[in-house]
């Protein structure tokens, strides 16, 4: 596990390759910040934070590193309706992807 360099963000492994990001904001209830990172097909070794807490590194035993850029996460968590939008071209129907949103 790995703490953020805001002190408020905690990294922790599972050994099913995922890595959960936390809130740890209150110590006592701490929150998962979202889904499971997913990216490695084995057990998640190690995982360290870059000095400006805008990126994570993990590695695993499947021999991979992966560099994850948590402002882009920050996005697509805030604004994942409207990322689906412009990948399917408002595809997904005028109930999900009506005129009045914009598109990133």
Do not use: K, N
């Not at 922790?12 to 490695?40: M, N």
């Not at 697509?76 to 997904?92: H, Q, V």
């Amino acid at each position: 596990m790995a703490f953020a360099p805001d002190g408020h963000t905690l990294a922790t492994t599972h050994i099913h390759g995922t890595v959960l990001l936390w809130d740890v904001s209150d110590p006592a209830a701490p929150q998962p910040l979202d889904a499971p990172l997913t990216g490695h097909t084995d057990v998640v070794t190690a995982v360290a934070f870059a000095l400006d807490g805008q990126t994570l590194a993990t590695a695993s035993t499947d021999g991979t590193a992966i560099l994850w850029d948590l402002i882009g996460l920050e996005w697509l968590r805030a604004y994942a309706l409207e990322r689906a939008c412009a990948i399917t071209s408002g595809g997904l129907g005028q109930a999900e992807c009506g005129p009045a949103t914009s598109r990133g």
